[in-house]
């Protein structure tokens, strides 16, 4: 059985950092992309990063290009997102996905975690 779950979520300072997790089973990690996507309190969900199968190849939005980092451990089945200088705009539900490559779509992930809630409040 596929299954994603992510954990690391939670509360947090503007300013402040956060690193989630996103675990994975049933399937080989090395032979996907993995995405990160961000949906907040009422607006669509939007693709944040992506990693490669390899981890060649790393994608992040502008938002969070340069205060993001996407890594991945294959030996762990374990793809990370380190979130630093969090802002309030950032509130929301992450969500990690798996696909055959770092697709801009999000329809093309195939497999989906149930998210992890991430709160940057003073």
């Known amino acids: 059985q596929v299954q994603l779950v992510e954990s690391g979520g939670g509360l947090v300072q503007p300013g402040g950092s956060l690193r989630l997790s996103c675990a994975v089973s049933?399937?080989?990690?090395?032979?996907?992309?993995i995405g990160w996507f961000h949906q907040a309190p009422g607006k669509e969900r939007e693709g944040v990063s992506c990693?490669?199968?390899?981890?060649?190849?790393?994608y992040y939005s502008d938002s969070a290009m340069g205060r993001f980092t996407i890594s991945r451990d294959n030996a762990k089945n374990t793809v990370y997102l380190q979130m630093n200088n969090l802002i309030p705009e950032d509130t929301g539900v992450y969500s990690c996905?798996?696909?055959?490559?770092?697709?801009?779509?999000?329809?093309?992930?195939?497999?989906w975690g149930q998210g992890a809630q991430v709160t940057v409040s003073s």
């Open positions: 990693i490669s199968s390899d981890g060649d190849d790393t």
């Open positions: 996905a798996a696909a055959e490559g770092c697709y801009p779509v999000a329809t093309l992930f195939t497999s």
């Open positions: 049933g399937f080989t990690l090395d032979h996907y992309a």
